[in-house]
């Protein structure tokens, strides 16, 4: 087994190989003559200043072996390979330190936020986590950029039901720094269409008709939705009789109670709140509204 430091000058010398390949190898013949390709875009400038680099460790490692000889001891001789290894990765560790001053906050990446975004969901962030990645891209004044980036990728990705869900919420999330007005529903239309984009897909997903359902609910009253949403909270609450109990669910039981308590049927919206706390006996905010109900 190698050691661990000639292993490492191993990857050193064959990265180096590699380029000086990727460069010369690369020809384009013209007339019969084989010319080299100059740099001309910022990729092969990078090429050839990370070969230039590398060039000098190679030359600062010759440097160092020659040091080497026979009757130096065997740990003299590792202390020299240590050296260079070193050497090897201080110049690595200042090139990628270069690289990296391409994602400071100067320099927002759109792609990476949202696959920061995409990271969070497969975690099983919560809601307060959510929250927390918008609150920071509006603050940096990137919220349309990376809306952009979940459209493309909702694009890109159309059978994905997911993408269409994280999609309409990006729209809610661009809707609340829109102007009262036509700028609202424009935003919230989108966010509406992204919803039924991922029902169609699967008019069971829970996450999806619960999306829709809560943006109708925000509508003004004199546009009418609060119907719509009512239809797709009970249709929620169908759905939700026959799947495993999540605590997600007990929050259909308060929406739908809202809604019928602010069309004046309190009546109505007691019995789902009663239903709701018999459903979910340790969801507080149900127990109270249930309470707050009874005692009025």
Do not use: C
Not at 8 to 23: C, R, Y
Not at 29 to 49: F, T, W
Not at 108 to 113: I, K, L, P, S
Not at 125 to 142: L, M
């Amino acid at each position: 087994m190698k050691p661990l430091p000639i292993i490492l000058l191993s990857v050193a010398l064959s990265t180096l190989s590699a380029g000086v390949l990727f460069v010369i190898m690369d020809p384009t013949e013209v007339e019969g003559q084989v010319i080299i390709d100059e740099p001309s875009s910022p990729d092969l400038e990078e090429v050839y200043a990370r070969l230039s680099a590398q060039e000098e460790m190679i030359q600062s490692l010759s440097a160092k072996l020659e040091l080497r000889s026979p009757q130096r001891s065997g740990s003299a001789r590792n202390a020299d390979l240590e050296s260079v290894v070193r050497n090897v990765l201080e110049k690595e560790r200042a090139l990628a330190a270069a690289e990296s001053a391409t994602t400071s906050p100067d320099h927002f990446n759109v792609t990476r936020a949202h696959d920061q975004f995409l990271r969070l969901q497969l975690a099983g962030a919560s809601g307060s986590e959510i929250a927390a990645f918008w609150n920071e891209i509006r603050a940096r004044g990137s919220v349309e950029e990376v809306l952009t980036a979940f459209e493309e990728y909702a694009l890109s990705n159309p059978n994905d039901i997911d993408a269409q869900i994280e999609l309409g919420n990006a729209y809610l999330e661009r809707l609340q720094d829109a102007t009262t007005g036509p700028e609202m529903g424009k935003w919230a239309m989108k966010a509406d269409g992204a919803f039924d984009s991922a029902l169609e897909l699967d008019e069971t997903n829970w996450d999806a008709r619960f999306s829709k359902a809560v943006s109708l609910s925000f509508w003004p009253p004199i546009f009418g939705k609060q119907g719509e949403a009512i239809t797709q909270f009970e249709t929620l609450l169908d759905q939700q009789s026959r799947l495993a109990p999540a605590n997600d669910h007990a929050q259909t039981y308060v929406f739908l109670g809202n809604l019928y308590q602010q069309q004046g049927d309190v009546e109505k919206a007691m019995q789902i709140w009663k239903d709701g706390s018999m459903a979910f006996p340790d969801n507080a905010e149900l127990a109270d509204k249930f309470d707050n109900s009874t005692s009025n």
